[in-house]
């Protein structure tokens, strides 16, 4: 199953809230089911990006059903939360990349023009709030979904550390996904670049 058909097929199955239907168009409209996840690192190629967001939802769904998180951790998430804020988590990133090229110096030594792509975000709203943003446009978000998606990239970004840890400890599905982001990201997505 290609990952346009598998995305679609757990969104549909999972997302049923009012106005799912027309985020999911909104996507279809897009370049998110093509997009790369990233300019040169991880999914810096045609569909990285509903690929990256797969795998956030594998690493999700296992994080999730670990023992230790429910009896000891009490993280609690419906599938539906988990199916939203995995998929979704990333919306800030539509429409914003576009092919390009960069000059590399081969193993021969000599610079040679190779395909890249270019971030220009016309929407500068942030990376987690801007994803926040665009799906509360179409579906309501509940808090723990909002601060999980808003505070996904963890320590990496540029936020302030002590909001960051005050989010992951009041809502403990932020933490869950922070995991499952970088998990898919340095782990399953590492030097894949097509």
Not at 149 to 164: A, L, T, V
Request: contains cysteine; charged residues 30%.
């Amino acid at each position: 199953m290609e990952n346009k058909d598998r995305f679609i097929q757990i969104y549909k199955e999972l997302i049923t809230r009012e106005g799912s239907d027309k985020l999911l168009e909104y996507l279809e409209k897009s370049d998110f089911f093509t997009a790369p996840a990233s300019t040169r690192f991880h999914g810096a190629y045609p569909g990285g990006l509903v690929e990256h967001s797969l795998n956030v939802y594998d690493c999700l769904k296992d994080y999730m059903s670990r023992l230790r998180v429910n009896e000891i951790y009490k993280v609690e998430a419906s599938e539906e939360s988990i199916a939203i804020v995995a998929l979704l988590h990333d919306l800030c990133k539509v429409n914003c990349y576009k092919l390009g090229s960069r000059n590399v110096k081969g193993a021969d030594g000599v610079w040679q023009q190779v395909p890249s792509y270019d971030y220009l975000d016309n929407l500068p709203y942030g990376h987690g709030e801007k994803s926040v943003y665009i799906i509360n446009g179409f579906i309501r978000l509940s808090r723990d979904e909002a601060f999980a998606i808003r505070f996904h990239m963890g320590f990496s970004g540029i936020e302030d550390k002590r909001m960051i840890s005050d989010a992951m400890e009041k809502f403990p599905l932020s933490l869950a996904l922070v995991t499952a982001d970088m998990e898919a990201t340095f782990y399953l997505e590492k030097n894949k670049n097509k």
